[in-house]
């Protein structure tokens, strides 16, 4: 599995948790951090064409999910929405097209 995150959700400059989803199982936080460790997730995102959202509510709550760990089932409509964005923006239609 890749490392490269399908999304980042952010409330700049504060606050960034970037998310993995393979197709297979829930999304998991791969990384996610405050102030200039936020900074630097942004910034890596970016620079790999990583779609960037900002949701500060969103945010919060993922910040609070374990690193590594898979979200939790009731944000699983939530960021659904986000990493079909994502997609969307992409030009793919899901983790199967990487």
């Known amino acids: 599995m890749s490392r490269k995150p399908d999304t980042t959700t952010v409330n700049p400059p504060d606050l960034a948790v970037a998310l993995k989803y393979d197709g297979t199982s829930a999304p998991r936080i791969v990384a996610k951090g405050h102030g200039e460790t936020a900074g630097r997730i942004i910034a890596t995102g970016e620079d790999h064409q990583v779609p960037v959202h900002h949701d500060p509510q969103l945010a919060k ?38």
């Open 61 to 98: 709550v993922l910040s609070r999910v374990p690193l590594g760990e898979e979200i939790p089932r009731e944000l699983y409509v939530a960021v659904a929405e986000v990493i079909a964005f994502a997609y969307w923006l992409s030009g793919k239609s899901g983790p199967e097209a990487d």
